[in-house]
């Protein structure tokens, strides 16, 4: 694809639910982040993939979030037991190799936890 | 590990005046600074960005200068006008995470016509 496709854009769940976040990356980058974006706040980190090695987990906010990623492709963020306070836009980006390179943003998915 | 502060929090100038936003980190290794804008309801863009190793870049209306002894990045955005209104991060890799960026909390630009 064009850019960074993010699904779906919107979910709504209710409290105690689990939801399941994903991204499609720009074919060929080998870096994918995650990121919260809290209502008119910034930009959360919450995991970084690179390549093969071990992913960056230290912005998980607790042990209900968890992402995989599929070698240099599809990721997914799953959050488990949803609280009211998880809901925010989750956005995605990519970028074609790590280490100061410019990061491709999806759209988000909107998470709405009522 | 890193944390970066941004200010203001909110900015408000007239068409035609200077802008200017302000971030500082704490990670002296850090050495790399990217600016996003992101309109209302878009995702965020990069606008410009500088390494550590300059001190001062220019694109057009936009310019970013680095004091690494300070450790702080301003960005400038001269002769504003209304499509300049969004909200601008600053960033900064951690040197060692494999490519890591930390944002700043954000600023709020609004341009009044």
């Known amino acids: 694809g064009a850019g960074v496709s993010q699904s779906p854009s919107n979910k709504v769940t209710e409290k105690g639910k689990d939801v399941e976040l994903r991204c499609d990356p720009i074919?060929?980058?080998?870096?994918l982040y995650w990121y919260r974006q809290r209502l008119g706040q910034g930009l959360e980190f919450l995991i970084y993939?690179?390549?093969?090695?071990?992913?960056?987990k230290s912005g998980l906010p607790s042990d209900r979030f968890s992402a995989e990623r599929t070698g240099e492709s599809v990721s997914t963020l799953t959050i488990q037991r949803t609280q009211q306070e998880d809901s925010a836009v989750y956005l995605c980006?990519?970028?074609?190799?790590?280490?100061?390179?410019?990061?491709?943003f999806g759209s988000g998915t909107q998470l709405s936890v009522l | 590990g890193e944390n970066v502060e941004q200010h203001p929090s909110t900015l408000s100038v007239q068409e035609g005046d200077s802008a200017v936003i302000k971030c500082t980190y704490s990670?002296?290794?850090?050495?790399?600074f990217p600016w996003y804008k992101q309109e209302l309801g878009k995702r965020p863009q990069l606008i410009i960005d500088i390494r550590s190793n300059v001190g001062e870049k220019k694109d057009q209306r936009i310019a970013v200068t680095l004091n690494k002894t300070a450790k702080h990045f301003s960005l400038h955005i001269t002769e504003t006008q209304p499509e300049d209104s969004a909200v601008y991060f600053c960033?900064?890799?951690?040197?060692?995470?494999?490519?890591?960026?930390?944002f700043g909390k954000g600023t709020k630009l609004s341009v009044k016509p």
């Open positions: 074919s060929g980058h080998t870096a």
């Open positions: 990670d002296s290794a850090s050495n790399y």
């Open positions: 960033a900064a890799s951690i040197r060692g995470s494999q490519g890591n960026l930390i």
């Open positions: 993939f690179q390549g093969n090695s071990a992913p960056d």
């Open positions: 980006a990519s970028s074609l190799q790590a280490l100061n390179e410019k990061l491709f």
